[in-house]
């Protein structure tokens, strides 16, 4: 049978959509974000207990006691894991993504039950949105709004949207026909009868729909952090990078108490504004851990939260931004940074982070994966990177982006992919030893993801050039799952077999051995390149110059990364300071501020003859 290209329609008829409507997608981002940075200020602007006792209040006033002292703890608990930013964030993204599904589920959803017409032609697409898988919904996103916020709102109302419709369609059909008809029969004209029959005693089932779309936001939040959506989803997602199970864990605990608040907020919603649920509360015996304060008393206690909390000066404000300590060539200039969750790419983006924050910059700095990231480069909305590994590892991105991005130089290499195994495993030094040896490592090699340009040369010449195709599979995967597999073995003292690199922190803190590769299958090495958006260095000349003439020694690169590693998670820039202040004169050689071509790499040598 023919192959059907299907992809490849779908992919023009994407450009044509990027190319003639691209007015369109402009004024759609400009109202995302503005709604989600009206409600992130909102959100934001007092202290976190304050605004916890706040929630707490609401949660009491539709739950009960109990439900407002969880809730208070919930978000307490919060604030004291060092999350309420990314909180609030990930609270905002999802109140924007429902907001917006509402307004669009819930007239569809009417206008399917009083029609059966377009109820049919609504249920395969909401069939192709509910089981789509939710991270393919993040391709067009990106390519239509770009990277951060309004991507991942749009990726999570598409994904969240058709609960409220279905919901919405089936509480408004399963009210009685006859109480319909009474209605009609008494004159009742069809709005009202919509109005003031079918919604309120629909209202329940509606409820349960809006209940699933916030839900279903709240999921999406991790994959959304993909691209830069920050909040939570983006902290679970640096975890998964770095394989740090503690963050991990905090994070998606966060995610856990906004759930459940949420969760139950709307349920208990529901039961007050449908007429049933009043009815059936009025008549609900009432105890001292249940009881609910009338409207007027809830407004009345968060009204004297914010005049306490006013008068104690506890709300927030805009915080300062640190003043530079060297000279202000930058006079608060924005850059923005992107990073891959590799350790030279953390060590070298805070660097630099540090390096132009001290020569006056305003720096932010927001992790993705390599497509996005590449993604964000070309379209604008990342300035710099600093680990991209070429011309092989990342030949992929660099194929498909390479025309709208510029090469800033290598800063570091030549870096060697290799096959890795643990010392342990005998008789097993170089690739051309695996031939015989498949039964003991099940014939699996564990790779990385399967667009790196490691995996395929891996799978495309150094099998070949060894003789191991049909003998060995190269399982797809991520970086953090080849970890987590090598992790594993090198604990029970197991062969596995691994795709790895040089510099890798995995060969500081585990006893491995790189395969020798006498044919020289993988080549000479990658570089580690700096690469930038189109016409960075001409908008920013001093730091195009300073990131041009940059370079580390193997010494420098691994000292920074282990103070880094020392320093723990959310101590990277401090750790770049501290090390940048243990050798005095880097930071002017590397950043000079007299404006003449200094020979950065001339410092990176001698810095490192003087630490020898």
Known sequence: MPRLHLGDWVDSGVDWLVAHLSWLFDAVKA??????????????????????????????????????????????????????????????????????????????????????????????VLDLLQTMPSMVLLIPAILFFGMGVPAGVVATLIFALAPGVRMTELGIRQVDAELVEAAEAFGTTPRDTLLRVQLPLALPTIMAGVNRVIMLGLSMVVIAGMVG????????????????????????????????????????????????GRRAAAKARTTAWSHRPRPAVAVACVAALALVAGGLGVFGGPSGTAEATGENVGRGKEVKLGYIPWDEGIASTYLWK?????????????????????????????????????????????????????????????????????????????????????AEFHGRIVGIEPSAGMMGLLKDKVLQEYGLKGSYE????????????????????????????????????????????????????????????????????????????????????????????????????????????????????????????ADGKAAAATDSRAAG
């Open 229 to 276: 959506t920050g909040g939570l989803g983006g902290a679970v997602n640096e975890a998964i990078g770095q394989l740090d199970i503690g963050l991990g864990f905090e994070a998606g605990l966060g995610i856990v108490v906004l759930a459940v608040y949420l969760d139950r907020l709307t349920g208990a919603l529901g039961t007050r504004l449908s007429p049933l």
């Open 474 to 597: 190269v399982v797809d995967g991520s970086t953090p799952a080849m970890l987590a597999e090598l992790k594993r073995a090198y604990a029970k003292k197991q062969p596995v077999l691994v795709t790895l690199w040089s510099p890798h922190w995995a060969y500081a803190r585990y006893d491995l051995k790189k395969l020798k590769d006498p044919r020289g299958a993988w080549g000479k090495g990658d570089g580690v390149h700096t690469v930038a958006r189109r016409g960075f260095a001409e908008d920013n000349p001093e730091a195009g110059r300073w990131l041009k003439d940059f370079s580390m020694t193997e010494q420098q690169l691994t000292d920074l990364e282990a103070r880094i590693q020392q320093a723990g998670k959310g101590k990277e820039q401090d750790a770049a300071r501290a090390w940048l202040a243990d050798h005095p004169g880097l930071l002017d050689k590397w950043a000079p501020v007299d404006g003449g071509a």
């Open 354 to 438: 540090e390096i132009l924050e001290q020569r006056g910059f305003e720096v932010t700095t927001t992790q993705y994966a390599a497509g996005p990231l590449y993604t964000g480069l070309a379209t604008g909305q990342v300035d710099v990177q600093t680990d991209a590994w070429l011309p092989t590892t990342h030949a992929e991105y660099w194929q498909k982006y390479g025309k709208r991005l510029d090469d800033l130089g290598r800063w570091y290499g030549p870096t060697s992919l290799e096959l890795t195994v643990p010392s342990y495993v005998k008789d097993v030094d170089s690739l051309a030893d695996l031939k015989n040896k498949s």
């Open 31 to 124: 109202v995302v974000d503005g709604m989600y940075d009206g409600i992130d200020a909102v959100l934001t602007a007092p202290q976190p207990l304050l605004l916890a006792g706040i929630l707490a209040v609401l949660a009491w006033w539709l739950r009960g006691l109990v439900a407002g002292v969880l809730s208070f703890a919930g978000f307490a608990l919060i604030d004291s894991l060092d999350l309420w930013d990314q909180a609030m964030s990930t609270l905002s993204l999802v109140l924007v993504a429902t907001l917006i599904a509402l307004a669009v589920s819930l007239p569809l959803g009417i206008w399917a039950a009083r029609s059966r017409a377009v109820s049919a032609t609504v249920k395969p």
